[in-house]
């Protein structure tokens, strides 16, 4: 039955999201393919996942333990965090702080996330902002 009814909050949040995806404005100068597509997939692809577990749901769905719902609540609220502090402290600021905390809680020990935030957001600013040009949020520190 859980699954059923993940099934159909996935199907109904597909819906939400392709409806969303539609309702973009595109500039005058786009590229071919526009900037609704890709959502338009993603939003496809979590439908048709949502649709195979509403009809083939687990038999005996094993639900985590509560402290594990937890941890994926954190995550939830980093996520969140992450969207909303982005304006604010800038991409490289608060991508470090958000891939240090899901590195942690993925296993790795403190140090080591800290150096890996650090370095995933360094990496994935200087790849994207230095090297293909895109524009990524500026905090107060100008990146």
């Known amino acids: 039955m859980s699954d059923r009814i993940m099934g159909g909050l996935g199907l109904l949040l597909a819906i939400f999201f392709i409806w969303q995806a539609t309702l973009i404005k595109e500039s005058f100068i786009s590229d ?35 402290s594990r719902l937890f941890e994926v609540g954190m995550t939830v609220a980093v996520m969140i965090a992450y969207a909303y502090a982005l304006p604010l402290a800038g991409f490289v600021v608060c991508t470090a702080f958000a891939a240090g905390f899901l590195s ?10 800290v150096i890996a935030g650090v370095t995933i957001a360094v990496g994935i600013y200087v790849v994207f902002h230095l090297i293909l040009g895109l524009s990524l949020a500026r905090g107060p520190w100008g990146f």
């Not at 939003?43 to 509560?66: C, Y």
């Not at 942690?104 to 996330?113: D, E, F, H």
Request: charged share 20%; aromatic share 14%; hydrophobic share 45%.
């Open 32 to 66: 071919p393919v526009g900037p609704k597509v890709f959502p338009i997939i993603i939003g496809v692809l979590v439908g048709i996942s949502s649709l195979a577990i509403f009809f083939k749901p687990d038999e005996e769905p094993e639900w985590p333990e509560f």
């Open 104 to 113: 942690w809680r993925l296993g790795t020990p403190p140090i080591k996330a």
